[in-house]
């Protein structure tokens, strides 16, 4: 991001006090981070997840519910754990773990960013859908991991939002009246941007790097052209912030460089393609958003 020569307005608060907010947060349901390091383990049962996730019940109820969801089409209602695991996949499994454990982190009304409560959770999940259509597109081999990162690559709004709220005005002259981005804007009002605090939420909740750096990296175009898993993240976002789900006052100024097609090997038609996909996708996976939340 080039701010050379540019008027920085100086936060007057510290960026301590931003930073201190992210070790007030509840952590990560530990649950479902053990479940899913029991995932990527090839001797893993599914009575070794049974173990695991018993303890959750809210979990629990959404393995079942989405199982029995018209998505599986089953002829007859699973009630068991056990049963609901074995005739999932295992990305099936993972998506609707990080999904279960980011609902109650992401269905808040932010005011700064002028979302109303449902619409993080919808923005997020839609990113999560266009990522599994990217990843099935170009044949990218770990869907899930792009699912997680996809899901919370917002969740650094939910700390950001008060002091956004009260930068407001200076915010949306930057990006408005200026030209810059919102998350350009965001980093000259606060000293950082929601990327940077919900990578670092990330970090402290134990996720890999692969995920918090996407995370990180996911408005910046020269950082997230560095590494595929940021590439795809940068192009999920930008595709469903053009399909308008979700989106806020940050919702302009996303265009797909030159140099992001190339490093993930697109051309203008993909693109098309993939809007359509993903809105297609989003649309059927209706259903499945409100049983996450009923
Ligand atoms: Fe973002
Ligand atoms: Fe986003």
New binding site residues.
């Given amino acids: 991001m080039n701010m050379d020569n540019q008027q920085v307005v100086q936060p007057d608060f510290t960026l301590d006090y931003i930073y201190e907010q992210l070790t007030k947060l509840p952590t990560f349901p530990k649950v479902v981070q053990k479940a899913l390091e029991l995932l990527d383990d090839p001797n893993t049962t599914t009575q070794d997840l049974v173990e695991v996730l018993k303890f959750d019940p809210a979990i629990t109820t959404n393995i079942l519910k989405i199982t029995n969801s018209a998505r599986f089409g089953l002829q007859k209602q699973v009630t068991s754990l056990d049963t609901a695991l074995a005739l999932l996949g295992q990305n099936q499994i993972k998506e609707i773990l990080v999904a279960s454990g980011s609902l109650p982190f992401l269905s808040r009304e932010l005011y700064g960013y002028g979302m109303r409560p449902e619409d993080l959770w919808h923005?997020?999940m839609a990113?999560g859908i266009c990522a599994e259509c990217i990843c099935a597109h170009i044949g990218f081999d770990d869907p899930s991991l792009l699912f997680t990162a996809a899901i919370l690559?917002?969740v650094g709004k939910i700390v950001l939002n008060l002091f956004v709220g009260a930068k407001l005005d200076t915010i949306m002259d930057l990006a408005g009246r200026e030209g810059f981005t919102f998350s350009e804007a965001e980093w000259m009002a606060l000293g950082a941007d929601h990327a940077i605090i919900g990578s670092e939420i990330m970090r402290l909740w134990d996720f890999p790097l692969d995920i918090y750096r996407a995370v990180r990296n996911?408005h910046d175009p020269d950082l997230y052209v560095q590494d595929k898993v940021s590439a795809l993240l940068a192009l999920s976002?930008i595709l469903?912030?053009m399909l308008g789900i979700g989106v806020g006052t940050d919702g302009f100024r996303h265009k797909i460089s030159p140099r992001l097609m190339e490093v993930l090997g697109l051309k203008k038609d993909d693109i098309y393609e993939l809007l359509l996909k993903t809105w297609q996708a989003f649309t059927d996976a209706h259903e499945i958003l409100e049983l996450y939340k009923s």
């Fill in positions: 923005h997020s990113t690559h917002d996911h976002n469903v912030v």
